[in-house]
């Protein structure tokens, strides 16, 4: 009986603790700048929608494209990050937000492996 009271203790310790480490990793999760995280937690809400790898990421800088243009823009541009992977994104965001008016995309990734 006793092994049974320390078996569901732990259990009950395991699934406490596994449910309050992920709630406080989703509350942080709110206050990354990494595009995805801003595209999971709401905050990525635009008209404007730039993909491409780190040469987007580093040239295409959203913010001059809202001030140059007048309207919201958003990078999911990452480095590294091959087509394949900004396709899986473009799907999650119009999934969650809709279509953008107008998407930008650095052709770079799509000869990168």
């Not at 009271?5 to 206050?31: E, H, W």
Request: aromatic share 10%.
């Amino acid at each position: 009986m006793k092994n049974f009271i320390c078996i569901l203790f732990f259990i009950l310790l395991f699934i406490l603790g596994d449910r309050i480490i992920s709630k406080s990793l989703i509350t942080l999760s709110k206050y990354s700048s990494l595009p995805y995280a801003k595209i999971y937690s709401g905050r990525a809400k635009s008209e404007i929608l730039i993909l491409g790898d780190s040469r987007a990421y580093h040239h295409l800088n959203d913010s001059d494209w809202t001030a140059i243009s007048t309207h919201q823009t958003f990078s999911l541009s990452i480095t590294g990050s091959p087509m394949i992977l900004q396709e899986v994104l473009l799907r999650d965001y119009v999934n969650l937000y809709g279509n953008p008016k107008t998407i930008v995309i650095e052709l770079n990734a799509l000869i990168s492996p």
